[in-house]
């Protein structure tokens, strides 16, 4: 293998090297070393291939009218929801305020999240089990990273 062969086998192992420091490494000019350089980006770039594209689904069309209902079902009417839980933040907020409490951001969200889900038990059907675990799982992120296992 001569020194060109050797220099552009070089750049394909170590990309990132300058070229001045594989001049003074191989003994070869910088003029060399940048021309061996521009030969192995040639190539590497000449070789490559865009992925095959994988054939995406159709995208499923949906009843936005059909997915409200079905939501009205489990959670009641948006409107008196959003009452409800618009005042309950509101109440925490000012309470929070009055007492010169301050909470990270996860904390807040986390208790913001809860509002929400009892809002949803509250103002729809309470036995809907996932507003439960939800409830739980919020209040769980926040313990868990008080104790140093942030998610």
Not at 54 to 65: A, G, L, N, R, S
Not at 114 to 122: M, Q
Request: hydrophobic share 35%; no cysteine.
């Amino acid at each position: 293998m001569n020194k060109s062969d050797k220099i552009r086998e070089y750049f394909r192992k170590h990309p990132d090297a300058a070229p001045t420091a594989v001049a003074s490494k191989f003994g070869a000019s910088k003029p060399m070393t940048y021309k061996m350089r521009s030969q192995v980006v040639a190539e590497s770039t000449s070789a490559w291939q865009p992925p095959e594209m994988v054939p995406m689904p159709e995208p499923q069309k949906t009843d936005i009218d059909a997915t409200l209902n079905e939501r009205g079902q489990d959670y009641g009417r948006f409107k008196d929801g959003a009452a409800l839980m618009q005042g309950i933040k509101r109440l925490l907020a000012a309470h929070a305020t009055k007492h010169n409490k301050t909470f990270t951001d996860d904390q807040w969200e986390a208790l913001e999240m809860i509002v929400h889900k009892i809002g949803r038990i509250v103002n729809g059907n309470p036995d809907k089990v996932d507003s439960w675990t939800d409830i739980a799982g919020y209040a769980k992120l926040v313990a868990d990273r008080l104790q140093g296992n942030a998610r």
